[in-house]
C-alpha cells in the first residue's frame, strides 16, 4: 500500500524558512517522479514543485522559483522542499504526491502538511 | 502558462442525477488531462487520467471525455458519496496546471 507521510509544517515569520519533509512508502520510491502542491485556505489546487527519479532534474512554479528548493534521498525514501523567504502568501496546505506511471499526474496523496506564514 | 478554466463553479444536483463537468484548457493539451475529487478535510483523490481511463477502484458510474481543449466528467448516476469537489489538472507542459474547481453540491 501507497503511504506518504508529510511533517516538518509550522507558523513561521514571513522571510523565515522551513523545510517540508515526505516519508514514503510501499513503492520503489526512486523510480517515480515525486510533487508538491499546495492548497491555501478555502482555495484550489496549486502545483508547486516536482523532481525526477533520479534527483537530477527539478521544476518549479514561478510564484516559487528562487526561494524554495526541492531534493530526494532515495536511500530513505524521502522527499525534501526547502522553503526560504517566505511569504504570507505562501500559506496553505502542503500536499505531497506521488507522479503517476504514464504521465505528470498525481496519483497518491499524502493528507498534508499545514505552513502558516504570519507576524 | 497554459490556463485550465471549470464549468460550473457549483452544481446542484439530487441523487440519481446525471451530472456533467466541463474543463476547458487555453491552448491544446492533447488528452493530457487528470481529473481528482476532493471531499473537505481530505486529500485529493485521483480519478481519472489521460483524459479518459478510469483508476482502477473507481466506480464505473464515471467517465471522462475529450482531447485538444476541451474535456468532460460525467457521473452517471449521482451517489451520495459523490458530493464532493472536483478538479481537473493538465500535464501536458510545466508548469502544470489544475481548474479553479467544480462543488457538487446537494439539491
Known amino acids: 500500500e501507497v503511504q506518504l507521510l508529510e511533517s516538518g509544517g509550522g507558523l513561521v515569520q514571513p522571510g523565515g524558512s522551513l523545510t517540508l519533509s515526505c516519508a514514503a512508502s510501499?513503492?520503489?520510491?526512486?523510480?517515480?517522479?515525486m510533487t508538491w502542491v499546495r492548497q491555501a485556505p478555502g482555495k484550489g489546487l496549486e502545483w508547486v514543485s516536482s523532481?525526477?527519479?533520479?534527483?537530477?532534474?527539478?521544476y518549479y512554479a514561478d510564484s516559487v522559483k528562487g526561494r524554495f528548493t526541492l531534493s530526494r534521498d532515495n536511500s530513505k525514501n524521502t522527499l525534501y522542499l526547502q522553503m526560504n523567504g517566505l511569504r504570507v502568501e505562501d500559506t496553505a496546505l502542503y500536499y505531497c504526491a506521488k507522479d503517476g506511471t504514464t504521465g505528470f499526474y498525481f496519483d497518491y496523496w499524502g493528507q498534508g502538511t499545514l505552513v502558516t506564514v504570519s507576524s | 502558462d497554459i490556463q485550465m478554466t471549470q464549468s460550473p463553479s457549483t452544481l446542484s444536483a439530487s441523487v440519481g442525477d446525471r451530472v456533467t463537468i466541463t474543463c476547458r484548457a487555453s491552448?491544446?493539451?492533447?488528452?493530457?488531462l487528470a481529473w481528482y475529487q476532493q471531499k473537505p478535510g481530505k486529500a485529493p483523490k485521483f480519478l481519472i487520467n489521460?483524459?479518459?481511463n478510469i483508476e482502477s477502484g473507481v466506480p464505473s458510474r464515471f467517465s471522462g471525455s475529450g482531447s485538444g481543449t476541451e474535456f468532460t466528467v460525467t457521473i452517471s448516476s449521482l451517489q451520495p458519496d459523490d458530493f464532493a469537489t472536483y478538479y481537473c489538472?493538465?500535464?501536458?507542459?510545466?508548469?502544470?496546471?489544475f481548474g479553479g474547481g467544480t462543488k457538487v453540491e446537494i439539491k
Open positions: 510501499g513503492f520503489t520510491f526512486g523510480t517515480y517522479v
Open positions: 523532481i525526477t527519479g533520479t534527483g537530477g532534474t527539478t
Open positions: 491552448q491544446s493539451i492533447s488528452t493530457s
Open positions: 489538472q493538465q500535464y501536458n507542459n510545466y508548469p502544470f496546471t
Open positions: 489521460q483524459a479518459s
